[in-house]
């Protein structure tokens, strides 16, 4: 019998009889219709490979795939290499460390990991946390704690490092080795409440501000944030502001089931395109999601490999261990290789919680050379064949290759087991991710298999292990922290403030358009390019646009400032014989992000923590449509507020009225309200150009002088009316949230009324006192507020004050405080929903009418969208004539008539409504 006809009997004993495919097999990789055929190409690409190299060869597939493509066959290339390690054994380098030290290292903070969560469930039952995944990633922490993270005490730029936020676990345990975290911290672990201190559940700066850096747990905000760090550090190794900041890397640890959330991959051909070569991802690829398999019908691995290397990355996969080298070795028909390619996901997960004998006969048996690789093993050394992110050699000569790599981003796919050594307690099983206590023969097994020093009598307890100071395993761990530049998370503070501004120096915002109509968006590009010049902090300016440059009127800053691009540009603009033609540099001062809120929003986060990343203040500004920020990116003003973020988002376009002809998916009513839920975020709604310059000024003064953690959200109207000069003495209500704006008094005999309002509303409730004036005699004070959140803030802090202070003289909000003398009928009205207004409502004295725009946006004029939503200034005016008619400061007989009279219809459609 020919070799040949060998191949076909062994092929068609391969085959099942009942025609099913193997079990677990991707059907298009495991069916083979002529062989004979195949190996005939095969050894004519070996041929070309050993004849004329690798180049060759690339060319040859290429002119195939051409070849196929006119054809008509229905083929797209996956971007994929077969499913082994890309590093093969003979080219990884040699291991640098002590390999049983590290061992012992990783094993008690395993052990100390798993059981700050069993005893914390011990404690407070359904407090939580989270045993699996660090468990399937402690040897991709390890490797990078002992030889690569490099931290802020040492010569080297320090790394930036993205924490799986369920892995924090092993973070503090690695922490408490360290001397670092308390045993007492430990067990307050998820109880920051508790007596002596604890430990937040994921990694949350504004809670541990002293060691976290960056908050993950959200999921999919990691990789986002972190592509765009790594591009800002280049940013401002390019201005020459840090030059040193492009040696720093960028490590993101995320999931394989976290890639679903589209902010995971979203941004990856920025990185691509950007060729950042200190940005690297590791996926922990353990093939789980909280439910179940990330892809029980196809393989992960895969489907990212070919995501990334399309989007310009490196791609290095970690899949098997070194114990599978040999097997490879001796796979010289690439059956195995063949096998590895076609199995599933859903059945790798079930290899893994399965015995030898399962493994030999469901992935080996399906071919007798297969089974002949393993015919010298026994079960258990099959069962123990290791997954790739489980082997250090292995993760070591991937990050190596990673930080040697240069011009693009790299990513390193490493195929792990969710809860590795928690055995049948969860190791690989869809329950993991939820376990949260183990028994005491659970915490048994675990303690032998990682040969953790705890006596049987107190195992039980699931005690904390710390080696004396003196030992072996806590020498080497502080030596190598030492050596690589200290502690990783860790914080820092600015090394020299920036010296505010003088307000003189920008007098011309405080003295009125003279006449011309302006927008508060146009004075604020104003005020933008004149901070920018500013001799102190011009270059920490950051102007952040997703896409709307010219929208907002900022296109005179492309040829001052420059639009910057690592690569600087290389073609001529189309409009380059124009004065403000679009101009790319290397060291332009713009980041115009194209149409991404959410990079855009990372960029600001990047820049609004360099104070604490780099140690240098920068001061973010990222203008954007209002309705696109809060109602898109809520979830990354969040992670920038818990990150303590400076810096100032200025919501154009602002307003359900004030967007005229947009209609209901751009007018925004709805941000002012998002904004009270947000701590640090300091909101405001200016009318006049005078009063933004002053928030802005005195913004610039609070983060970056007196290095408050807070940050603005000031909005901008694209509304162009005369702008007004600075009252006098009113600086410190502007800040405070509302002061006193007109008053018309008409004598001691007639009713009085004060009308509140903000932004684009101002003007009608000004005009609304001129129609209470003249048509009946009403008179009035109208009051410019500012922040509706800055009233409800002091306000709610005093009650809070009088309340826990029962025997002090009570304090007075200071809403009451500019209201003082109000004879009892207030309307406030907005541009927002009325509840932002209504918020006050318990410190109002006397009756309180609050005006907004609830309901969907339309496309219309903005005098005819006001009278729609009822707050236009004959309805400012009704409201209070009613309230005072209620009140018997009115005659009610003469409502009627007054509403006639204001042009309005009583029988309009409820506007929330329609």
Same mark, same amino acid.
């Given at each position: 019998?020919?070799?040949?006809?060998?191949?076909?009997?062994?092929?068609?004993?391969?085959?099942?009889?009942?025609?099913?495919?193997?079990?677990?097999?991707?059907?298009?990789?495991?069916?083979?219709?002529?062989?004979?055929?195949?190996?005939?190409?095969?050894?004519?690409?070996?041929?070309?490979?050993?004849?004329?190299?690798?180049?060759?060869?690339?060319?040859?597939?290429?002119?195939?795939?051409?070849?196929?493509?006119?054809?008509?066959?229905?083929?797209?290339?996956?971007?994929?290499?077969?499913?082994?390690?890309?590093?093969?054994?003979?080219?990884?380098?040699?291991?640098?460390?002590?390999?049983?030290?590290?061992?012992?290292?990783?094993?008690?903070?395993?052990?100390?990991?798993?059981?700050?969560?069993?005893?914390?469930?011990?404690?407070?039952?359904?407090?939580?946390?989270?045993?699996?995944?660090?468990?399937?990633?402690?040897?991709?922490?390890?490797?990078?704690?002992?030889?690569?993270?490099?931290?802020?005490?040492?010569?080297?730029?320090?790394?930036?490092?993205?924490?799986?936020?369920?892995?924090?676990?092993?973070?503090?345990?690695?922490?408490?080795?360290?001397?670092?975290?308390?045993?007492?911290?430990?067990?307050?672990?998820?109880?920051?409440?508790?007596?002596?201190?604890?430990?937040?559940?994921?990694?949350?700066?504004?809670?541990?501000?002293?060691?976290?850096?960056?908050?993950?747990?959200?999921?999919?905000?990691?990789?986002?944030?972190?592509?765009?760090?790594?591009?800002?550090?280049?940013?401002?190794?390019?201005?020459?502001?840090?030059?040193?900041?492009?040696?720093?890397?960028?490590?993101?640890?995320?999931?394989?089931?976290?890639?679903?959330?589209?902010?995971?991959?979203?941004?990856?051909?920025?990185?691509?395109?950007?060729?950042l070569d200190n940005l690297i991802f590791v996926v922990n690829c353990n093939l789980q999601r909280l439910d179940g398999p990330v892809r029980g019908n196809g393989?992960?691995?895969?489907?990212?490999?070919?995501?990334?290397?399309?989007?310009?990355?490196?791609?290095?996969?970690?899949?098997?261990?070194?114990?599978?080298?040999?097997?490879?070795?001796?796979?010289?028909?690439?059956?195995?290789?063949?096998?590895?390619?076609?199995?599933?996901?859903?059945?790798?997960?079930?290899?893994?919680?399965?015995?030898?004998?399962?493994?030999?006969?469901?992935?080996?048996?399906?071919?007798?050379?297969?089974?002949?690789?393993?015919?010298?093993?026994?079960?258990?050394?099959?069962?123990?064949?290791?997954?790739?992110?489980?082997?250090?050699?292995?993760?070591?000569?991937?990050?190596?290759?990673?930080?040697?790599?240069?011009?693009?981003?790299?990513?390193?796919?490493?195929?792990?087991?969710?809860?590795?050594?928690?055995?049948?307690?969860?190791?690989?099983?869809?329950?993991?991710?939820?376990?949260?206590?183990?028994?005491?023969?659970?915490?048994?097994?675990?303690?032998?298999?990682?040969?953790?020093?705890?006596?049987?009598?107190?195992?039980?307890?699931?005690?904390?292990?710390?080696?004396?100071?003196?030992?072996?395993?806590?020498?080497?761990?502080?030596?190598?922290?030492?050596?690589?530049?200290?502690?990783?998370?860790?914080?820092?503070?600015?090394?020299?403030?920036?010296?505010?501004?003088?307000?003189?120096?920008?007098?011309?915002?405080?003295?009125?358009?003279?006449?011309?109509?302006?927008?508060?968006?146009?004075?604020?590009?104003?005020?933008?390019?004149?901070?920018?010049?500013?001799?102190?902090?011009?270059?920490?300016?950051?102007?952040?646009? @997703?896409?709307?440059?010219?929208?907002?009127?900022?296109?005179?800053?492309?040829?001052?400032?420059?639009?910057?691009?690592?690569?600087?540009?290389?073609?001529?603009?189309?409009?380059?014989?124009?004065?403000?033609?679009?101009?790319?540099?290397?060291?332009?001062?713009i980041l115009e992000e194209g149409i991404t809120e959410a990079g855009s929003m990372a960029s600001f986060i990047a820049a609004g923590t360099a104070h604490s990343?780099?140690?240098i203040n920068m001061i973010p500004f990222f203008i954007f449509y209002s309705m696109f920020g809060f109602q898109r990116i809520g979830d990354l003003i969040w992670?920038?507020?818990?990150?303590?973020?400076?810096?100032?988002?200025?919501?154009?376009?602002?307003?359900?009225?004030?967007?005229?002809?947009?209609?209901?998916?751009?007018?925004?009513?709805?941000?002012?309200?998002?904004?009270?839920?947000?701590?640090?975020?300091?909101?405001?709604?200016?009318?006049?150009?005078?009063?933004?310059?002053?928030?802005?000024?005195?913004?610039?003064?609070?983060?970056?002088?007196?290095?408050?953690?807070?940050?603005?959200?000031?909005?901008?109207?694209?509304?162009?009316?005369?702008? @007004?000069?600075?009252?006098?003495?009113?600086?410190?209500?502007?800040?405070?949230?509302?002061?006193?704006?007109?008053?018309?008094?008409?004598? @001691?005999?007639?009713?009085?009324?004060?009308?509140?309002?903000?932004?684009?509303?101002?003007?009608?409730?000004?005009?609304?006192?001129?129609?209470?004036?003249?048509?009946?005699?009403?008179?009035?004070?109208?009051?410019?507020?500012?922040?509706?959140?800055?009233?409800?803030?002091?306000?709610?802090?005093?009650?809070?004050?009088?309340?826990?202070?029962?025997?002090?003289?009570?304090?007075?909000?200071?809403?009451?405080?500019?209201?003082?003398?109000?004879?009892?009928?207030?309307?406030?009205?907005?541009?927002?929903?009325?509840?932002?207004?209504?918020?006050?409502?318990?410190?109002?004295?006397?009756?309180?009418?609050?005006?907004?725009?609830?309901?969907?946006?339309?496309?219309?004029?903005?005098?005819?969208?006001?009278?729609?939503?009822?707050?236009?200034?004959?309805?400012?005016?009704?409201?209070?004539?009613?309230?005072?008619?209620?009140?018997?400061?009115?005659?009610?007989?003469?409502?009627?008539?007054?509403?006639?009279?204001?042009?309005?219809?009583?029988?309009?459609?409820?506007?929330?409504?329609?």
């Amino acid at each position: 019998m020919s070799a040949l006809d060998v191949r076909q009997q062994e092929t068609q004993e391969r085959q099942p009889t009942n025609g099913q495919l193997p079990e677990g097999a991707i059907p298009q990789l495991a069916k083979d219709i002529d062989p004979e055929e195949t190996q005939e190409w095969l050894d004519a690409l070996e041929y070309v490979i050993r004849k004329h190299g690798g180049e060759r060869a690339v060319y040859l597939l290429e002119r195939l795939k051409e070849k196929a493509f006119r054809s008509g066959v229905p083929w797209v290339s996956a971007a994929t290499t077969p499913y082994i390690n890309t590093i093969p054994p003979e080219q990884e380098p040699e291991y640098p460390g002590d390999r049983a030290i590290e061992r012992r290292i990783k094993s008690i903070i395993r052990w100390n990991a798993m059981a700050m969560v069993v005893r914390a469930n011990r404690v407070s039952s359904g407090i939580g946390g989270h045993i699996s995944t660090f468990a399937s990633a402690a040897t991709l922490y390890e490797v990078g704690f002992n030889h690569f993270f490099r931290g802020k005490q040492g010569n080297h730029p320090p790394d930036f490092v993205y924490f799986q936020g369920h892995a924090s676990p092993g973070i503090y345990a690695r922490a408490f080795l360290e001397g670092r975290i308390t045993e007492k911290q430990l067990e307050n672990f998820r109880r920051e409440l508790a007596e002596g201190g604890g430990l937040s559940s994921y990694p949350h700066p504004w809670l541990m501000p002293n060691f976290w850096e960056f908050p993950t747990v959200s999921m999919g905000l990691g990789p986002i944030m972190a592509i765009y760090q790594a591009r800002f550090n280049q940013y401002l190794a390019d201005r020459g502001i840090l030059p040193e900041a492009r040696e720093s890397k960028v490590w993101c640890f995320l999931g394989d089931g976290e890639c679903d959330e589209p902010e995971t991959l979203g941004a990856i051909t920025l990185a691509g395109r950007e060729r950042l070569d200190n940005l690297i991802f590791v996926v922990n690829c353990n093939l789980q999601r909280l439910d179940g398999p990330v892809r029980g019908n196809g393989k992960i691995i895969q489907e990212l490999e070919g995501a990334f290397r399309g989007a310009g990355w490196n791609v290095i996969k970690v899949i098997w261990g070194s114990d599978w080298d040999p097997l490879l070795a001796k796979d010289k028909d690439g059956l195995l290789v063949r096998r590895m390619n076609e199995v599933v996901d859903g059945q790798y997960q079930k290899y893994t919680v399965m015995p030898g004998s399962y493994i030999r006969k469901h992935f080996f048996g399906v071919d007798p050379r297969l089974e002949a690789l393993v015919a010298d093993l026994t079960d258990e050394q099959i069962r123990r064949l290791k997954r790739g992110g489980h082997d250090p050699v292995k993760v070591y000569a991937a990050y190596k290759a990673a930080v040697e790599h240069k011009g693009s981003p790299t990513v390193i796919l490493a195929k792990t087991i969710k809860g590795y050594g928690l055995g049948e307690a969860g190791e690989g099983r869809n329950i993991t991710h939820q376990q949260k206590k183990l028994n005491e023969e659970e915490l048994r097994r675990f303690r032998e298999r990682f040969d953790i020093p705890i006596p049987d009598d107190k195992v039980a307890e699931a005690p904390f292990y710390r080696p004396p100071e003196d030992s072996p395993e806590i020498q080497y761990l502080k030596a190598r922290r030492k050596a690589l530049g200290g502690p990783v998370p860790s914080r820092r503070q600015p090394k020299v403030k920036l010296k505010p501004p003088k307000w003189e120096d920008f007098a011309e915002f405080f003295a009125g358009s003279e006449g011309r109509e302006v927008s508060t968006t146009m004075a604020f590009v104003r005020l933008l390019a004149r901070l920018m010049r500013d001799k102190n902090i011009g270059r920490y300016i950051v102007p952040i646009v @997703p896409d709307e440059s010219r929208t907002f009127g900022m296109e005179a800053l492309f040829r001052q400032f420059g639009i910057y691009s690592h690569v600087g540009q290389l073609y001529e603009p189309v409009d380059s014989d124009t004065v403000l033609y679009y101009r790319e540099a290397v060291d332009g001062q713009i980041l115009e992000e194209g149409i991404t809120e959410a990079g855009s929003m990372a960029s600001f986060i990047a820049a609004g923590t360099a104070h604490s990343t780099h140690g240098i203040n920068m001061i973010p500004f990222f203008i954007f449509y209002s309705m696109f920020g809060f109602q898109r990116i809520g979830d990354l003003i969040w992670a920038a507020g818990d990150m303590r973020c400076r810096g100032f988002l200025m919501g154009g376009t602002s307003g359900r009225t004030t967007l005229a002809g947009e209609g209901l998916q751009h007018q925004d009513g709805n941000s002012h309200l998002y904004a009270l839920a947000y701590p640090t975020c300091q909101a405001y709604d200016p009318c006049y150009a005078y009063e933004m310059a002053v928030i802005v000024l005195d913004g610039i003064r609070r983060m970056y002088y007196e290095e408050e953690d807070i940050f603005y959200y000031i909005t901008l109207m694209n509304e162009n009316y005369e702008m @007004p000069i600075l009252p006098m003495g009113s600086t410190e209500g502007i800040c405070k949230g509302m002061y006193r704006l007109s008053v018309r008094d008409l004598g @001691p005999d007639r009713p009085s009324v004060d009308l509140m309002a903000s932004g684009a509303i101002l003007r009608e409730a000004l005009r609304a006192q001129e129609i209470l004036d003249q048509k009946f005699a009403v008179s009035s004070r109208v009051f410019s507020v500012t922040s509706w959140k800055r009233l409800l803030e002091d306000a709610r802090e005093v009650d809070r004050y009088n309340r826990l202070h029962p025997e002090s003289a009570p304090r007075v909000p200071y809403v009451q405080q500019v209201l003082e003398g109000s004879q009892g009928t207030v309307v406030a009205a907005s541009d927002y929903v009325s509840a932002v207004p209504l918020t006050l409502a318990r410190w109002i004295p006397g009756d309180y009418v609050a005006l907004g725009t609830d309901g969907f946006g339309r496309s219309e004029a903005r005098r005819e969208l006001r009278r729609f939503f009822e707050v236009d200034a004959e309805n400012i005016a009704l409201a209070a004539l009613t309230s005072l008619a209620e009140r018997g400061l009115y005659p009610k007989d003469r409502l009627a008539s007054a509403i006639r009279e204001l042009g309005l219809d009583p029988e309009k459609p409820v506007p929330w409504k329609v």
